[in-house]
């Protein structure tokens, strides 16, 4: 069965930096496009960003641009989130999401599989 | 981008009540490219139908989706206990995608 393992979370101080990690298991991680969706406390959804299958492509929220990164590793079966520059306003739990269609060429895409998330706070 | 907006935010039913959700979109979702998930207090979203009204693996035909265009609804025929949750709206047709501000099913 699919499994999304998100780790990474923890508090830290506005304008520091932090690596999020999804570990991937129960399908063959390198040919599906993959997500990051954040959901603050008490608020609802917010996508942050996708990578295609092959790490080729790559998009943004523009909330986030210029200071998060999404990367994967294929032979780990890993995708990470290099959060930097981190704000009060990026406190979420962050989640790891699963494109449904493989080797998709396009990344808009709905979520058929989600992590249990990881809480991100940023506070001094 | 394609503003969602969710209505009502919250519904008061009894078990075994029909539930009826909205989802009207800024503009038009190509495609219907709309999906819905349900989210129980402090569980991950899980996704209930996608391309507006196709039911996703394992989903109870209770749950039913229809639309197009711009307004979308999300209809469970007979509420069971389990139901009583979060509901959000998601548009894949534009970037970036979004997600409706969500409506709570409470129990009546």
């Known amino acids: 069965q699919v499994q999304l393992v998100e780790s990474g979370g923890g508090v830290v101080q506005p304008g520091r930096s932090l690596r999020l990690s999804c570990a991937a298991s129960g399908f063959t991680f390198s040919s599906y496009g993959m997500h990051w969706v954040r959901q603050a406390p008490g608020k609802g959804l917010e996508w942050v960003a996708v990578?295609?299958?092959?790490?080729?492509?790559?998009y943004y929220a523009d909330s986030v641009k210029g200071r998060f990164t999404i990367s994967r590793d294929n032979s780990k079966n890993t995708l990470y989130l290099q959060m930097n520059s981190l704000r009060a306003e990026d406190t979420a739990v962050f989640y790891c999401?699963?494109?449904?269609?493989?080797?998709?060429?396009?990344?808009?895409?709905?979520?058929?599989?989600w992590g249990q998330g990881t809480l991100v706070t940023v506070s001094s | 981008e394609i503003v969602l907006t969710q209505s009502p935010g919250a519904l008061s039913l009894s078990p075994g009540e029909r539930a009826t959700l909205s989802c009207r979109a800024s503009q038009s979702v190509s495609s219907s490219y709309l999906a819905w998930y349900q989210q129980k207090a402090g569980q991950a979203p899980r996704l209930l139908i996608y391309g507006a009204s196709s039911r996703a693996t394992g989903i109870p035909d209770r749950f039913s989706g229809s639309g197009s265009g711009t307004d979308f609804t999300l209809t469970i025929s007979r509420l069971e206990p389990e139901d009583f949750a979060v509901y959000y709206c998601q548009q894949y047709g534009g970037s970036p995608l979004t997600f409706g501000g969500g409506t709570k099913v409470e129990i009546k």
């Open positions: 999401a699963k494109a449904p269609v493989v080797y998709a060429s396009r990344q808009l895409a709905y979520f058929d599989y």
């Open positions: 990578i295609s299958y092959d790490g080729s492509n790559k």
